[in-house]
């Protein structure tokens, strides 16, 4: 047993995935901008999704950061991977932005 398990994390290593992180997860790098920002506590981060959608990634982002985060995304938009989207089915795979709504045009 313990040869599988060694074995297993040492597959795991050499597939790039990250130690503890699931084989089906893909790890985005999520920006956040201005009031995205303050509801986030911060302005980088990266998140392993199982589903690496729109609609995973809101889902996990209101409840990490709670009502300050969903009043963002509510109104908001995201920049997947240089394309804003509002598709709750895009699929995300490197990088997501989210901007808060912008005043102005």
Sequence with gaps: MAYT????????????????QAPSQTTVTVRYFAAAADAAGREEETIALEQPTVS????????RYGEPME???????????????????????????????????
């Design 71 to 105: 009043r963002v995304m509510r109104s908001g938009s995201f920049l997947v991977d240089a394309v804003v989207s509002r598709d709750p089915s895009q699929t995300i795979v490197k990088t997501v932005d989210v901007l808060p709504p912008f005043a102005g045009g």
């Design 5 to 20: 398990q060694q074995h297993a994390q040492q597959s795991g290593q050499q597939s790039g995935q990250k130690p503890g």
């Design 56 to 63: 995973a990634l809101r889902t996990e982002l209101a409840h």
